[in-house]
């Protein structure tokens, strides 16, 4: 998946930002929280970080080029570091799933206040 359509794709989920964070890296939130990471090298995707729950995590990561990603909480957040790995529509179902964990962790009042 190429670096115009993924960013456009987690743009396209309701209320979602992005900054430039940590060198080169793309962080996507939704009310400040991150639920993806595009690590890029120019403009190359490097690697794609994404939040999941630990039992997704055993099954990620028993997928060549997929590992913990390094600095965030053990056992929910992945690396792709080879796109490969996932087809781009399970990239796409996976980084989904990521925005909504994160909201489901929201607090309602957010919640309501960004009809989610």
Partial sequence: M???ALRQFALSLPHTTWVKQWGECLVFKVAGKM???IALDAETI???VFKCTPEEFDDLTD???ITQ???CAKRHWVRVGDLGALPAAELE???QRSYDLVVAKLPKKTRAELGL
């Fill in 2 to 4: 190429r670096l115009p």
């Fill in 35 to 37: 639920f993806l990471i």
């Fill in 46 to 48: 490097d690697g794609v």
């Fill in 63 to 65: 997928i060549d080029g």
């Fill in 69 to 71: 990603a390094p600095y």
């Fill in 93 to 95: 179902r996976r980084i």
